[in-house]
């Protein structure tokens, strides 16, 4: 049997709908009641384009790391903002289904994702018109979501996506440039940030395996990719480090990090 709490939660969902932020707080109400979590945050995503923070739930202590920081350029290398732009079916997903090999031990991991104090993060993707994705993100930090507690909150998936449509339908105007194509601006900024990224010192190579280096891939997934031996993938690395005079990946990250901000 239905709860009557779930009915009237979502009952506050479906008349929201076209209310500002009286809907996405309604949805994140509901989706606490199938299975409490600390954090809601829902951005949309269209190509390269600055991500919109539609609605989140952060104390103002934590705001700077999720959005702020996170809008100014990490947002490039975070595994759901990448499957965003792919794109993937409307679904239910772990942040894991999405990530590199190596991404835990990668420093976009380290030196950005590990300061949110996450245990785990989900994220409902829902497409709309004009190549744009919502992702609705649901964060715990004491623990991951259950096998059971994803299974529920999966069952909800034709509910957020019928009310996110209709809630969100013409949201590609606002973004700067909608009569652009999305995918296309995404492959300009990735490749003129990447370009910029040494320019006039790395090789192209050399550029592709820093580029998979900070998305979180390893020696053997990059040499795989780029169809070159891991071996080949260590050497360019150290070529990269002494080329930049850098040591580690940490300074690497920082340095890419600099170079978005005037890509």
Same mark, same amino acid.
């Given at each position: 049997?239905?709860?009557?709490?779930?009915?009237?939660?979502?009952?506050?969902?479906?008349?929201?709908?076209?209310?500002?932020?009286?809907?996405?707080?309604?949805?994140?109400?509901?989706?606490?009641?199938?299975?409490?979590?600390?954090?809601?945050?829902?951005?949309?995503?269209?190509?390269?384009?600055?991500?919109?923070?539609?609605?989140?739930?952060?104390?103002?202590?934590?705001?700077?790391?999720?959005?702020?920081?996170?809008?100014? *350029?990490?947002?490039?290398?975070?595994? =759901?903002?990448?499957? %965003?732009?792919?794109?993937?079916?409307?679904?239910?997903?772990?942040?894991?289904?999405?990530?590199?090999?190596?991404?835990?031990?990668?420093?976009?991991?380290?030196?950005?994702?590990?300061?949110?104090?996450?245990?785990?993060?989900? %994220?409902? =993707?829902?497409?709309?018109?004009?190549?744009? @994705?919502?992702?609705?993100?649901? @964060?715990?930090?004491?623990?991951?979501?259950?096998?059971?507690?994803?299974?529920?909150?999966?069952?909800?998936?034709?509910?957020?996506?019928?009310?996110?449509?209709?809630?969100?339908?013409?949201?590609?105007?606002?973004?700067?440039?909608?009569?652009?194509?999305?995918?296309?601006?995404?492959?300009?900024?990735?490749?003129?940030?990447?370009?910029?990224?040494?320019?006039?010192?790395?090789?192209?190579?050399?550029?592709?395996?820093?580029?998979?280096?900070?998305?979180?891939?390893?020696?053997? %997934?990059? *040499?795989?990719?780029?169809?070159?031996?891991?071996?080949?993938?260590?050497?360019?690395?150290?070529?990269?480090? %002494?080329?930049?005079?850098?040591?580690?990946?940490?300074?690497?990250?920082?340095?890419?990090?600099?170079?978005?901000?005037?890509?």
């Amino acid at each position: 049997m239905i709860k009557a709490d779930l009915l009237r939660a979502l009952g506050s969902v479906i008349g929201a709908i076209g209310s500002g932020e009286e809907f996405p707080a309604a949805m994140a109400d509901t989706l606490r009641v199938v299975a409490p979590y600390s954090y809601t945050v829902i951005f949309a995503y269209r190509g390269n384009e600055r991500p919109l923070d539609l609605f989140d739930d952060f104390p103002a202590s934590k705001r700077q790391v999720f959005v702020t920081d996170y809008q100014e *350029g990490p947002y490039l290398l975070d595994p =759901f903002y990448l499957a %965003a732009t792919r794109p993937v079916e409307t679904g239910l997903y772990r942040l894991r289904d999405f990530a590199p090999d190596r991404f835990y031990q990668g420093e976009y991991f380290r030196s950005y994702y590990e300061k949110t104090g996450l245990a785990e993060e989900i %994220a409902f =993707f829902v497409d709309l018109p004009d190549e744009v @994705m919502v992702v609705l993100s649901l @964060m715990r930090t004491d623990k991951v979501f259950s096998s059971r507690e994803f299974r529920e909150l999966e069952t909800f998936l034709p509910v957020v996506h019928a009310c996110v449509r209709q809630h969100w339908s013409s949201l590609a105007q606002r973004f700067r440039c909608p009569e652009q194509s999305a995918k296309h601006q995404s492959e300009n900024r990735i490749e003129r940030t990447f370009h910029a990224f040494g320019e006039g010192i790395l090789t192209p190579r050399e550029r592709e395996v820093v580029e998979y280096t900070l998305k979180g891939h390893s020696a053997e %997934a990059i *040499g795989g990719i780029l169809s070159i031996s891991p071996g080949t993938v260590r050497i360019h690395r150290r070529n990269i480090y %002494a080329k930049l005079r850098i040591s580690s990946q940490g300074e690497l990250f920082s340095a890419f990090i600099r170079t978005l901000g005037g890509a």
